[in-house]
T-cell receptor, first 115, second 111 residues
Framework: DADVTQTPRNRITKTGKRIMLECSQT?????MYWYRQDPGLGLRLIYY???????NKGEISDGYSVSRQAQAKFSLSLESAIPNQTALYFC??????????????FGPGTRLLVL | QKEVEQNSGPLSVPEGAIASLNCTYS??????FFWYRQYSGKSPELIMS????GDKEDGRFTAQLNKASQYVSLLIRDSQPSDSATYLC???????????FGAGTRLAVHP
């Protein structure tokens, strides 16, 4: 079984709809992240959480919200979807290793299309 | 200036050649550097990490770090068609250990 799972894998929605993307992990990591990827722009950080009580905005948090329901679950919501939120969304996890050198592990991604 | 810069490519190399991928970063305080490989439509996967100046080798891959010049590179020896992918350079920047990605370099290895 995959260590980091995302649901749904593909989603088509309409402008103005509220949608939620979910991420679950079995790696036991404290840290979880949401990124979006657009062609030519690489991965950009939306939100991150270093433990259940810690939520932080990334570089492009406007229009998004998150919920860390448990150590293993981190959800991303689009309150009112707009077409420029069409992108590939990745969840990632990490754990602080010795010497503050951490590796991030990515889920399979959710492809979102907002019409 | 972008925090992590890469040439978008495509970088085209013949099978068996050495592919050289380069990355520069702006935060002089960065301490941790990573190379991820991403096949089209798939998630990034870590292939190399480097933390100290110099070279680090792992099989056909060698990462090189020069903190004074603020660049990190990835060499792929004996390139194979299966190496064709986008390679993302990533740097841990800032006091809160956020990973900053470059836009990626697309590598095409042709037979």
């Amino acid at each position: 079984d995959a260590d980091v799972t995302q649901t749904p894998r593909n989603r088509i929605t309409k402008t103005g709809k509220r949608i939620m993307l979910e991420c679950s992990q079995t790696k036991g990591h404290d840290r979880m992240y949401w990124y979006r990827q657009d062609p030519g722009l690489g991965l950009r950080l939306i939100y991150y959480s270093f433990d259940v009580k810690d939520i932080n905005k990334g570089e492009i948090s406007d229009g998004y919200s998150v919920s860390r329901q448990a150590q293993a679950k981190f959800s991303l919501s689009l309150e009112s979807a707009i077409p420029n939120q069409t992108a590939l969304y990745f969840c990632a996890t990490s754990d602080l290793e010795t010497g503050a050198q951490e590796t991030q592990y990515f889920g399979p991604g959710t492809r979102l299309l907002v019409l | 200036q972008k925090e992590v810069e890469q040439n978008s490519g495509p970088l085209s190399v013949p099978e068996g050649a050495i592919a050289s991928l380069n990355c520069t970063y702006s935060d002089r305080g960065s301490q941790s550097f990573f190379w991820y490989r991403q096949y089209s439509g798939k998630s990034p996967e870590l292939i190399m990490s480097i933390y100290s100046n110099g070279d680090k080798e792992d099989g056909r891959f060698t990462a090189q770090l020069n903190k004074a010049s603020q660049y990190v590179s990835l060499l792929i020896r004996d390139s194979q068609p299966s190496d064709s992918a986008t390679y993302l350079c990533a740097v841990i920047s800032g006091g809160y250990n956020k990973l900053i990605f470059g836009a990626g370099t697309r590598l095409a290895v042709h037979p």
